[in-house]
């Protein structure tokens, strides 16, 4: 879309904005520079994913614009960054009318054929050759998008409208909730072509990683997560507000031309005579197409050999699809074969195998973790789907239950999309026998029966009896575990038999255990038994941040636990910090440190500490906790991805023993970001600020050479 040159030029107009982004306004002459340069970032941003900006330089640039056009108000244009964003959609409405404006599309958006099999798509090219006599046929395929279908129309290159599928016939008018896609651009130079009006078709999706942040948030808030990122993406097109539209970091593929209209006495532009070439020219005028991702064959089994080995590799996609869309590449051929009332004759989907998959509901238990959460477990008539078998799903919380109005004995529908855990999509009502059963959430705890209590801004009950059995195994499960104490040995089984046996009781049980009742137990001989008694006794030496994990303090993670013990000079000295000091400290904010206080405050944890410390623990700052000197002192690292040699904590460790920081997020107090495969958010975040320096595993191993 911009040359070498144009990006250079828009690179050194920026800088130049940047300059001015402390006045209150610019010189209307300025405005379309400064416009055209919010657009290049956009795009920049949000469809090559490659910024060359940093979000804190957007947002000066975006609000100058803003306080430009509130002075100046006539030169507002439609396809002005700022345009994008609506206050609410209702007032858009007709008077009286609380849904969304039907309106029709002007080509009909048809579905596709099913293909779940080799012989299906042997099938379809068969009636393709002989229905257009031809021995060879080129088919372009490419993903199939599993998310919200799209129908986008410009006019004069601006977007004005979208809408929804609808029945295919009539959609929902979404337009504004779609201005809110920030890779859907504004304006599109169509013209350049000479086309006047288009409409084209996509799909709006939601990648993985925003839409785990996006869970993340809603659990964070007390709110059930959504199910799945198709429902996520569809249901984000009929929001009421744009506003929370726009929070959900939307995207959009566009795959078709449907429709459009050519300046008189102008023919139909070469880019337009094939699918690839349509795809080329969307991508080219700022839309993202799968361009990259599509290929083009002229044998059907080199298609199906293609669509197999793509399903292989779907789940290193940052997005999710259900299939590939096998396509005749030439439009002149497309118009000749036509279409059924249900589909085009040159197009079908080959779906991949189901991710999804009908059970049923049989039981919901109950189960208490470390921090007293109290978390329903669906039991589940086992189903094989994505190629494991689920028998038990976590079904998070009550008002979880409520919203999907889950019951014993319903048949549901579940989904395991990629390495996600597997969540249920809903309950199948209409094949209900009225003989299922409302689930009942406790108000006591189903260990220790004590009554529950939830805060409110929390959707989570919770057991507060610090010593519910229940509690107590899960943090003695946690403090033996290989990142805390590292006591093997004592792993999760173990720990539960002898809890079970009355031969393990409470953390400093560990370090008192009855080791001869221990002998006159099945599976325990004298080697095992050794092992087990010098694990115990070295983990009495761990560094002091290995003990302050083992705790299992909320929100204390090994990153925290090693920022805070290089602080203190005795465990102890935590219970006389306030929240202010402790926030002062390196990645703790208001929830950490006040979980932190709540621990310290609790007379209980005071005693178990102290006698922690009589039986030998190590409670004291070593030279483990300190910061080292080195050549790497002052230089902080963040790892993310699978590193292709090295395991994190190696990785980790090489920097710490070169007097280096572990930090645990992106921010701009970090020098280096090293990345591995199938690295996530971070790697993104990390992208918009200039200071990070991205590096590789290999690198990395450079830098660790040369210090």
Known sequence: MYSNTAVRELQKTTQVLLAQTNEETVAEKTLASLR???????????????PLLADEEYDKLYKLLERTEKAFPQTITPDSPTQRVAQGFAKNLPAGQSNFPTVQHLVPMLSLDNSYNSDDLLDFDRKVKELSGLSTIAYCVEPKFDGGSISVIYEND????????????????????????????????????????????????INKTNFAKYNQQLINEGLPPLANTRNAAAGSLRIKNPAEVAKRNLEVFVYHISYYTLRKGLSTPGELQTHTGALQLLWDVGFRSPIKEKKVFNSIEEVIQFCKD?????????????????????????????MTSHHPRW???????????????????????????????????????????????????????????????????????????????????????????????????????????????????????????????????????????????????????????????????????DFEKLSTIEGFGAKSIENLQMAIEQSKSQPLYRLLY?????????????????????????????????????????????????????????????????LGLQLRQTQKDKKKGGSLTGETFLFTGTLPTLKRSEAEAMVESLGGQIVSSVS????????????????????????????????FLKIIAQK
């Open 668 to 699: 701009s107090k970090l020098n280096y970001l090293v990345v591995g495969e199938k690295a996530g958010s971070k790697l993104e975040k990390a992208k918009k600020i200039n200071s990070v320096t991205i590096i590789s595993e290999e690198e």
């Open 550 to 614: 083992a705790l299992g303090i909320r929100f204390v993670g090994e990153t925290t636990a090693k920022n805070l013990a290089r602080e203190l000079h005795h465990l102890l000295d935590l219970k006389d910090f306030t929240a202010e000091a402790l926030q002062n400290l390196e990645d703790i904010g208001p929830k950490v440190a006040g979980s932190i206080l709540h621990f310290f405050s609790n007379k209980n944890n005071i005693e178990m500490i102290k006698q922690l410390e009589s």
């Open 347 to 513: 197009a079908i989907a080959f779906k991949f195998k189901a991710r999804q998959a009908t059970t049923q509901l049989l039981k919901v238990e109950f189960q208490v973790g470390r921090t007293g959460a109290v978390t329903p477990v669906a039991k589940l008539k086992p189903v094989p789907i994505g190629g494991v078998t689920v028998s038990s799903i976590s079904i998070h919380n009550e008002e979880y239950i409520k919203e999907k109005d889950l019951r014993i004995g319903d048949t549901v529908l579940i989904e395991r999309a990629g390495d996600v855990i597997p969540q249920i999509v809903k309950s199948l009502t209409d094949v209900r026998s009225g003989k299922e059963e409302k689930i009942k959430f406790p108000r006591n705890c189903p260990v220790c029966k004590s009554k529950l209590f939830k805060e409110e801004e929390e959707a989570v009950w919770r057991c507060v009896n610090i010593e519910c059995p229940a509690q107590v195994v899960e943090r003695i499960v946690h403090f033996v575990s290989k990142d805390a104490m590292d006591i093997r040995g004592l792993g999760e089984a173990n720990v539960r038999r002898f809890y079970d046996m009355g031969l393990l009781n409470d953390i400093p049980g560990i370090y008192q255990f």
């Open 36 to 50: 055209d340069v919010l657009r290049f970032h956009e795009y920049r941003y949000y469809v090559l994913n490659d």
């Open 310 to 338: 793509f399903e292989t590799t779907r789940d290193a996609l940052p997005y999710e699809i259900d299939g590939m869309v096998i396509k005749v590449n030439d439009i002149a051929l497309q118009n000749e074969l036509g």
């Open 158 to 205: 601006l977007l004005v409208r979208g809408a929804t599928r609808g029945d295919g016939v009539a959609g929902d008018d979404v337009t504004m909730n779609a201005k809110q896609i920030r890779s859907l651009p504004l304006s599109a130079k169509f013209s350049a072509v000479g086309i006047e009006q288009i409409e084209i078709r996509g799909e709006v999706l």
